[in-house]
């Protein structure tokens, strides 16, 4: 009858579990690295040529180019009233990564991005790396910026079509 000690011999079950018990105690300890997430930095973010203190300033934080610009999919969003000229505030709990922001000035108050006829903003709106809007929109690829701590700082220009 086998009891599964090591060696392939037949020993009493009491036995070969006081070897294993045994050979543990001696064993030399082997540290486990425990993997940890890396630290979040905080993100500073300047958004100029704000048009006006009426409204909020909407921001997007996108952590990946098929979630890119779609509301529903962002990693984080933020907003703070809107000042005419500029606007600062500061996105904590970001891992250090690549990232792609964008930001629009809702005016009138209803919490949306209002657009006109054929999708032209009625309202103001920028990205990180102020990528060109012409002939469509930017893709994650013009926006990313790379975050690493202890703090990034992002400059973005809001742009008005009317």
Not at 34 to 57: D, M
Not at 123 to 137: A, K
């Amino acid at each position: 009858m086998s009891t599964g000690c090591p060696g392939g011999r037949r020993r009493r079950p009491l036995r070969c579990a006081a070897l294993l018990l045994s050979l543990a105690a001696v064993a030399p300890a082997v540290p486990v690295a425990a993997e940890t997430p890396p630290a979040a930095a905080p993100l500073a973010l300047t958004i100029t040529n704000v048009s006006s203190a009426e409204g909020t300033v909407y921001v997007a934080v996108y952590d990946t180019p098929d979630a890119f610009l779609d509301a529903d999919r962002k990693r984080l969003g933020a907003k703070a009233p809107a000042e005419a000229g500029t606007v600062r505030l500061l996105v904590e709990g970001l891992p250090p990564g690549r990232y792609a922001i964008a930001v629009f000035h809702d005016e009138n108050g209803n919490g949306e991005f209002d657009t006109g006829l054929f999708g032209v903003p009625l309202e103001g709106f920028g990205f990180t790396r102020d990528p060109s809007v012409v002939p469509s929109l930017p893709d994650f690829e013009d926006a990313a910026i790379s975050l690493e701590p202890p703090e990034a700082q992002a400059t973005l220009r809001m742009r008005y079509t009317f």
